[in-house]
């Protein structure tokens, strides 16, 4: 067995697990907190994070960890060694509205890049995973619904803007315009279940918007890899320096389409 399949055995266990405690939290009474980002964190949260951290430790006890929950850690760590990063729960505004969109995500990455990862969905107990040399496991039989388009006016389009670049001018900009053009837009903040509906064509390309490329979630890191390992070589992707506010934006247009990737671009009028 090898050791990405060993370590996608671990997520699997880890993201059973977590998965398990956060819907056990659904519809529950639980405290919550803001983060020095304005983000909110729950018990649902940091309990998750902690079920995450011993599965994986009990496992790899030598492999440093680093969570949404915990991001100051990451300068301490030597990126070009192996090492996991955890969102104990993407969407955590969904889960606390009621909305079941919201998951975990975990991956094993190094040098920028995500080798073994793995999604879960606990409510509807759907499970993926995806990793280097392994064939993608999804936990239940999928139908791709992957549309040939390339008109914005038949386009379900997911922004993911991040917390640094939300309130910026040019996201109201992008937001609005793909609002107004787009056949649905889609504005979910849960970036690792927006990029797994890319993958299985619920949604048609994903528009990002952050402050550099290291400013990238974990959750979103996670979700992406998921997408290029599967379609790397049939997917359209570009990304465009913007200026903001006195600052320089990094979009990112993602589509299974040329022709729609193209057709975004134009109307956001970045060429």
């Given at each position: 067995m090898s050791d990405n399949e060993l370590a996608r055995q671990c997520i699997e266990r880890a993201l059973t697990q977590a998965g398990e405690l956060v819907a056990s939290r659904?519809?529950?009474?639980?405290?919550v907190e803001r983060k020095?980002?304005?983000?909110?964190?729950?018990n649902a949260d940091l309990d998750s994070n902690a079920v995450i951290r011993k599965v994986l430790h009990s496992a790899y006890p030598e492999t440093a960890m680093v969570s949404e929950e915990d991001l100051e850690a990451e300068s301490a760590l030597d990126l070009s060694k192996k090492h996991w990063i955890i969102d104990p729960l993407d969407g955590t505004e969904?889960?606390?509205?009621?909305?079941?969109?919201?998951?975990?995500?975990?991956g094993l990455r190094q040098?920028?890049?995500?080798?073994?990862?793995?999604?879960?969905?606990?409510?509807?107990?759907?499970m993926i995973t995806f990793g280097d040399g392994l064939s993608t496991r999804h936990s239940r039989e999928i139908s791709s619904q992957f549309r040939e388009i390339s008109h914005l006016s038949e386009a379900r389009i997911a922004?993911?803007?991040?917390?640094?670049?939300?309130?910026?001018k040019c996201v109201q900009l992008v937001r609005t315009k793909l609002y107004l053009k787009s056949y649905r837009m889609i504005d979910n903040w849960a970036p690792s279940l927006d990029w797994y509906s890319l993958f299985i064509g619920r949604i048609d390309a994903?528009?990002?918007?952050?402050?550099?490329?290291?400013?990238?979630?974990y959750d979103?890191?996670?979700g992406e890899g998921l997408f290029f390992k599967n379609f790397r070589d049939n997917a359209f992707?570009?990304?465009?320096?913007?200026?903001?506010?006195g600052k320089t934006l990094v979009l990112q247009i993602t589509s299974r389409t040329n022709g729609l990737m193209s057709r975004i671009q134009e109307e956001l009028g970045y060429d």
């Open positions: 659904y519809h529950s009474t639980i405290s020095l980002d304005g983000t909110y964190v729950s969904n889960f606390l509205s009621g909305n079941t969109h919201f998951g975990v995500a975990i040098s920028g890049r995500i080798l073994v990862g793995g999604i879960y969905k606990p409510i509807s107990e759907t922004c993911i803007p991040t917390r640094k670049t939300f309130s910026s994903i528009v990002s918007i952050r402050e550099s490329t290291a400013d990238h979630g979103a890191q996670i992707d570009k990304t465009i320096s913007i200026p903001s506010n």
